[in-house]
Each structure stands twice: as structure tokens, then as C-alpha cells.
């Protein structure tokens, strides 16, 4: 069996606390005994705290079909046979996970996907995702779409999104442009 080393945090000695129970026999136990206190991770690296959830099978096999699918027959056939039967909590992971492979093609029409959806609110950090990630591929003219859609669906853009227009704006060497905004 491996022993355990403690790898992020270190090793604590304690030899000015007892240990703790209760004592048979007093005099032959050493009350000095130094205690050890092992803190963080016991091995590999440490994972960021936030976005660490992890994707359900039915979220991995939605994504896995979506970039197979390479026709728009075989597309829609996914949307109605896989994606429509998505829990919202999963189909708003197969968008992010999406962004994060950077398949915006696939995440524009998964989003418009969501957007149909009965249980759909506007929601902000969607759309300033769905810009970020037109921006990082210099789609700047979809993100002026979609920053325009914002406002029609009632939103107010607050700083994040007009950070993420100003730096799709700089990604295509726009300056005039992200000034003005």
C-alpha cells in the first residue's frame, strides 16, 4: 500500500496538545506524543473551484452526436432525439461544454435551441458567453447581433458585456469601434 505524503498544503506538528480520549492508564502514556495534521489534497493537481461539475452521460452523448452530426438533416434529428430530452441543467452544460471546445457553430444553435425552451429566461451570462466566444472568433458581426437581441429580450448589458464586445472589437483590430462602445 502507498503511504500517504501530503503534496499542496504541508504537514502540521502539534507537540504542545494532548491527545484526545480517555486515559487507562495515565502514568505510562506519554502526553508529549506530537500529533500530525495532514491539509489538502492527497494527490494530483488541485481543480478550480468553480465551473468543476461534472458533465452526466446524457450531457457527454448530446455534445459526442452534435459534432458528429455533419449534415443538417442529421443535426436536426439530434436536437429532437437528444437534445430535446435534456433536463435544463444538462442542456446548459452541453452549451458551455460547447463554448469551451469552441464549436460556435454548434453553441450559436444550441442557444437558440435554449431559447425556445418553456422554462427559458434571459439571462445575462448567457449571452455575454455566447459573445466571448463570437468575439475569440472574430465573428464580431454575430456578436453585434446577439448584443442587439440582449436588448430586445429585455436585458440591460452591464459591464461584462460591454467588456465582452470591446475585446471582440480588439481581436479584429477594431479600435474606433471598442471606443465608441
Same mark, same amino acid.
Given at each position: 500500500?502507498?503511504?500517504? !505524503?501530503?503534496?499542496?498544503?504541508?504537514?502540521? !506538528?502539534?507537540?504542545h496538545?494532548? %491527545?484526545?480520549?480517555f486515559? %487507562?492508564?495515565?502514568?505510562s502514556? =506519554?502526553?508529549?506524543?506530537?500529533?500530525t495534521?495532514?491539509?489538502?489534497?492527497? *494527490? *494530483?493537481?488541485? !481543480?478550480?473551484?468553480?465551473?468543476?461539475?461534472?458533465?452526466s452521460i446524457?450531457?457527454i452523448?448530446?455534445? $459526442?452526436s452534435?459534432?458528429?452530426a =455533419?449534415?443538417n438533416s442529421?443535426? $436536426?434529428?439530434?436536437f429532437?432525439?437528444?437534445?430535446?430530452?435534456?433536463?435544463?441543467a444538462?442542456?446548459l452544460d452541453t452549451?458551455?461544454?460547447? %463554448?469551451? %471546445? =469552441?464549436?460556435f457553430h454548434?453553441?450559436?444553435?444550441?442557444?437558440a435551441?435554449?431559447?425556445?425552451?418553456?422554462?427559458?429566461?434571459?439571462?445575462?451570462?448567457?449571452?455575454c458567453?455566447?459573445?466571448?466566444?463570437?468575439g475569440k472568433?472574430r465573428?464580431?458581426?454575430?456578436?453585434?447581433?446577439?448584443?442587439?437581441?440582449?436588448?430586445?429580450? *429585455?436585458?440591460?448589458?452591464d459591464?461584462?458585456?460591454?467588456?465582452e464586445?470591446?475585446?471582440?472589437y480588439?481581436?479584429v483590430?477594431m479600435?474606433?469601434k471598442?471606443?465608441?462602445?
Open positions: 500500500m502507498k503511504s500517504m !505524503k501530503p503534496t499542496l498544503m504541508g504537514t502540521l !506538528k502539534f507537540s496538545i494532548p %491527545q484526545m480520549g486515559l %487507562q492508564n495515565p502514568q502514556h =506519554n502526553l508529549q506524543r506530537p500529533s495534521v495532514t491539509c489538502g489534497l492527497r *494527490g *494530483g493537481t488541485r !481543480k478550480p473551484l468553480w465551473k468543476s461539475r461534472v458533465l446524457e450531457a452523448q448530446a455534445v $459526442h452534435l459534432k458528429l =455533419n449534415s442529421k443535426l $436536426h434529428h439530434v429532437s432525439t437528444r437534445l430535446s430530452r435534456l433536463l435544463k444538462d442542456l452549451l458551455a461544454e460547447l %463554448q469551451r %471546445q =469552441n464549436e454548434l453553441a450559436l444553435k444550441v442557444f435551441f435554449v431559447r425556445k425552451e418553456l422554462w427559458y429566461k434571459p439571462d445575462m451570462s448567457l449571452y458567453d455566447m459573445i466571448q466566444l463570437l472568433n465573428m464580431t458581426e454575430m456578436a453585434e447581433q446577439l448584443f442587439a437581441e440582449l436588448e430586445k429580450d *429585455g436585458l440591460t448589458p459591464t461584462r458585456a460591454f467588456t464586445m470591446i475585446g471582440a480588439l481581436q483590430g479600435i474606433e471598442a471606443m465608441e462602445t
